[in-house]
């Protein structure tokens, strides 16, 4: 008999949801993509470290800079077209489109990034991005070596 190497995946720490849209609705309505119950944010943008109801390790997942682009990319996308649209019709000053356009930018890109963060986490869950992709995990904190100061090695 050949061997063969394990080539299943390997069990991931939580239910994962069986769509994209319901994990990504989820995420966006502050609920934990995995059970839909427990809360994905601990703040306006802080991940909880674990789902409150179903323990999912919500703090593992790593969205970096996804959100903020998808949120520049849809809010810009909407409101360009209405800024150009404006100027061809009535010309205003351009003071006058800087009062507008950037607090309107403000307000919307700050209201659409909280839901765009959670759907990405959703989206994350669906695919199985726990966090663990890139080989090993970092070094608990009582491992860390202590860092030091020596006098006269900062240049
Ligand atoms: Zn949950």
Same mark, same amino acid.
């Given at each position: ?9 390997? /069990? ?10 319901? /994990? ?20 306006? @943008? $802080?991940?909880? #470290? ?15 800079? /996804?959100? #903020?682009? +998808? ?33 309107? +930018? ?6 659409? @990034? $909280? ?11 669906? @695919? ?17 070596? #202590?860092?030091?100061? /020596? ?5």
């Amino acid at each position: 008999m050949r061997w063969e190497p394990d080539r299943s995946a390997p /069990a991931l720490p939580y239910v994962q949801p069986t769509s994209f849209w319901l /994990a990504a609705s989820r995420g966006a309505q502050d609920r934990c993509p995995s059970c839909g119950v427990g809360h994905v944010f601990d703040g306006y @943008l $802080r991940v909880a #470290p674990a789902c409150s109801h179903c323990g999912a390790p919500l703090g593992s997942l790593r969205a970096d800079d /996804a959100p #903020p682009y +998808f949120t520049i990319f849809i809010a810009g996308h909407v409101l360009i077209p209405i800024v150009l649209w404006v100027e061809r019709v009535w010309m205003p000053p351009m003071w006058l489109h800087m009062l507008l356009w950037l607090p309107l +930018f403000s307000v919307v890109c700050i209201a659409m @990034l $909280r839901p765009i963060k959670g759907a990405t986490l959703g989206w994350m869950m669906r @695919l199985g991005m726990t966090g663990a992709e890139g080989g090993a995990e970092p070094l608990p904190p009582e491992t860390t070596p #202590p860092k030091t100061y /020596a006098p006269g090695t900062h240049g």
